[in-house]
């Protein structure tokens, strides 16, 4: 049998094949800035100030911090991420501080303020407390319950492990 002839001409494959890479280099460009922006390269810097003795821990449990707003309670002052929120003289409040209260009314406002510049929605309500192992209880529980009026409810308190 005899081959009939087709009027369309064969097509020859190129020889010169490249590969479209535009594409596939957007595509990891896109992947980058997700996981650079996603990527935490260091924990909440917990550095206490020269003035602060923090206090050692008892039991070997680990927990690791987290990216929360940072409160210091000194001898002389209550510091909100290295910034004064009030003065204290010997770990004690002012007289107009400790008026009608559980809590300080300047830290609470100040609180107040450091949650409405949490993006929205704002769930995440964490604090961290490094608060001097001299302080009395009556001054942490003041700082503890004007944080806690302001809607942050996740709190930890920062310890030193002895080891």
């Not at 909440?44 to 100030?49: G, M």
């Given at each position: 049998m005899k081959k009939k002839k087709s009027f369309l001409?064969?097509?020859?494959?190129?020889?010169?094949?490249?590969?479209?890479?535009t594409s596939m280099a957007d595509i990891f460009m896109i992947l980058l800035v997700f996981l650079l922006k996603n990527y935490s390269a260091s924990l909440?810097?917990?550095?206490?100030?020269s003035q602060l003795s923090l206090p050692e821990i008892a039991v070997s449990a680990k927990s690791t911090p987290k990216e929360s707003l940072k409160i210091e309670v000194g001898p002389d002052a209550v510091l909100v991420d290295q910034a004064l929120a009030i003065?204290?003289?010997?770990?004690?409040?002012?007289?107009?501080?400790?008026?009608?209260?559980?809590?300080?009314?300047?830290?609470?406002?100040?609180?107040?303020?450091?949650?409405?510049?949490?993006?929205q929605?704002?769930?995440?309500?964490s604090?961290?407390?490094m608060a001097d192992q001299r302080a009395p209880y009556s001054?942490?529980?003041r700082v503890i319950?004007?944080?806690?009026?302001a809607g942050?409810?996740?709190?930890?308190?920062?310890?030193?492990?002895?080891?």
């Open positions: 001409k064969k097509r020859t494959a190129p020889t010169d094949v490249s590969l479209q890479i909440t810097n917990l550095a206490p100030t003065k204290l003289k010997n770990f004690q409040f002012p007289e107009s501080e400790t008026l009608n209260t559980a809590g300080s009314i300047t830290i609470a406002q100040l609180m107040q303020k450091q949650r409405e510049l949490r993006p929605p704002n769930t995440e309500s604090v961290v407390v001054t942490i529980k319950a004007s944080v806690a009026g942050f409810v996740d709190l930890q308190l920062v310890v030193v492990d002895p080891q």
